[in-house]
């Protein structure tokens, strides 16, 4: 049906059924206002579209008082709509998006030796084609070449991983929806200050999901604390120098508290009785008591006098089902990159990987890696028995995995730090009896 009001003239036409009288027209545009409204009004989508432009308005008093211009903030603001697709969101009745592969994959998945030994093979290409700017970067900030390598290849494999999202909106959105709100907004106005000062065109500030950007993925509040202009053109440029973000990590990391002259972690052999319960940051001890104890470090390498001084932690990433190692301050500062324990050993690894071509000497076991919400049960039950005082987030990192062996060894069970269907099943069995 034809439905349209003529320019000019009060009768309302409808060419299916010709003229009608007034009366009538205007029961009937009643009765279509009405219907017609009702999609409008009750749409989520519209609703929640109407609330992220009234947020976004209520930013330009905080971006104009950073010295963002009207006509930056309206520009980089027209037309944007929250990406609902994005991780961490809080989405009333939305189920939460995947999170990233660092929580959701095992440790062989993750850390795949054919991955890893591509990414060494181009890594070492890259070392020698830049290694006149990595010499001079560690001389600076005492990070050695291949680890700042390395980081480069996880993040976007050297830059050739193209970033798909537009970062000025998913900060938006995680400003608006996410689970740090106060963060991101805070991340969306500095990025607003980025193209007002001319860092970056609006065009070029392509993102993660989580907003960071450039060779090395940094945050716009990591731009203005560590970015750099090595190259010496007088532009911070992460996007397309890769002198500036290179050196620019190498400054994060040092800013953070990198060592210079020690390593990033050492793999070690554990001991057969190892309790793995006390494979977290809270049990630290000399690397001399750790061997001691009865580790003993892999491929027969021998520690110098000054590393057996230096304190360390246990960490068994897979439990008992993969290599362990030890890990002083500066496994921390990498992990203060990124907050996961598989992203550090990729890195890490990865950077041994460019050095040379030693893979791990205990190979990773094929282990099941349960869902987000069953790990989540886990956590709660552990903290409710006082095992566990973290967040409880569905992630099976340092914290869980200890408190999971404490509880296999109250509870009689196998002892190997995993979050596995036997002891989730264990779990919900003494649950079902009280």
Known sequence: MDCRVKPGNDELTFTAFGMIDWTMQIRIAAALAF??????????????????????AEQWPAAQSMGVSRSTFDLATRGLEPDLSLPDLEIPGKPKAPEQAEFIRSPAEYLSDTTIARLAAQGQKLAQEHRAALAAIERQYGVPGNVIIAIWGRETAYGTYRLPHNAVRVLATQGYLGRRKDQFRQEF????????????????????????????????????????DFDGDGRRDIWASVPDALASAAKQLLDKGWQPGKRW?????????????????????????????????????????????????????????????????????????????????FVGHLSDRIAGPRPFE?????????????????????????????????????????????????NGLKLDCWPTAAVLGHMRGKAGKN
């Open 265 to 345: 972690a050492h793999e070690v052999r554990a001991p057969r009785d190892v309790d793995c319960a006390i494979a977290e940051p809270g049990v630290r001890m000399a690397i001399g008591e750790w061997l001691k104890r009865g580790f003993a470090p892999a491929h027969g390498r021998k520690f110098a006098r000054e590393e057996l001084i230096e304190e360390a932690s246990l960490l068994m990433p897979a439990g008992t089902y993969g290599p362990a190692f030890l890990t002083p301050k500066n496994y921390f500062v990498l992990k203060e990159y990124n907050v996961s324990d598989l992203y550090v050993l």
């Open 35 to 56: 219907i017609l409204f009702l999609p409008i009004a009750s749409s989520p989508a519209r609703a929640a579209d109407a609330a992220f432009q009234k947020w976004l």
């Open 189 to 228: 106005l500095l990025a607003l200050k980025m193209i007002e000062e001319g860092h970056v065109k609006l065009a070029d500030m392509k993102s993660s999901w989580a907003g960071a950007m450039g060779h090395t993925q940094f945050l716009p509040s990591d731009f203005y604390k560590y970015a750099v």
């Open 362 to 410: 205990r190979p990773w076991d094929k282990v099941t890696q349960l869902q987000t919400a069953e790990v989540e049960v886990m956590q709660r039950v552990l903290a409710a028995r006082g095992l566990y005082r973290d967040r409880i987030d569905g992630r099976a990192g340092m914290l869980t995995r200890a408190a999971l062996g404490n509880y296999q060894k109250t």
